[in-house]
């Protein structure tokens, strides 16, 4: 129904920037919200960001606070694609990251709560 492809991801010094892009076909239309998730190996899945269109055109936007400040995610409707723009990398951001969808609008940081997901992309940050 769905199919997301993220792009973006590489290797990068602590300190340096990064813009994710995760790619959307199918019937976009369905979807409320869409979010951001990382892994970094032996760790549990970890919610990042996440945005949907309630609270003005540009949707309204939610960040782990990990991540709030340095993080910005934003959507192009027209191009089906969401970003998520990554300033101030740290070591600790190192990570598969994962763009996902919902129909839905509450509890985003929950993953449970999305049912369309992306193959990831991989991001290193070097010390």
């Known amino acids: 129904q769905v199919q997301l492809v993220e792009s973006g991801g590489g290797l990068v010094q602590a300190g340096g920037s990064l813009r994710l892009s995760c790619a959307a076909s199918?019937?976009?239309?369905?979807?409320?919200?869409m979010g951001w998730f990382r892994q970094a190996p032996e760790k549990e899945r970890e919610y990042v960001a996440a945005?949907?269109?309630?609270?003005?055109?540009?949707?309204?936007?939610y960040y782990a606070g990990s991540v709030k400040g340095r993080f910005t995610i934003s959507r192009d409707n027209a191009k089906n694609t969401v970003y998520l723009q990554m300033n101030s990398l740290k070591p600790e951001d190192t990570a598969v990251y994962y763009c996902?969808?919902?129909?839905?609008?509450?509890?985003?940081?929950?993953?449970?709560?999305?049912?369309?997901w992306g193959q990831g992309t991989q991001v290193t940050v070097s010390s």
């Open positions: 996902a969808g919902t129909r839905l609008v509450w509890d985003l940081s929950q993953a449970s709560r999305y049912d369309y």
């Open positions: 199918g019937r976009t239309f369905s979807m409320a919200a």
């Open positions: 945005i949907t269109w309630s609270g003005g055109s540009g949707g309204t936007t």
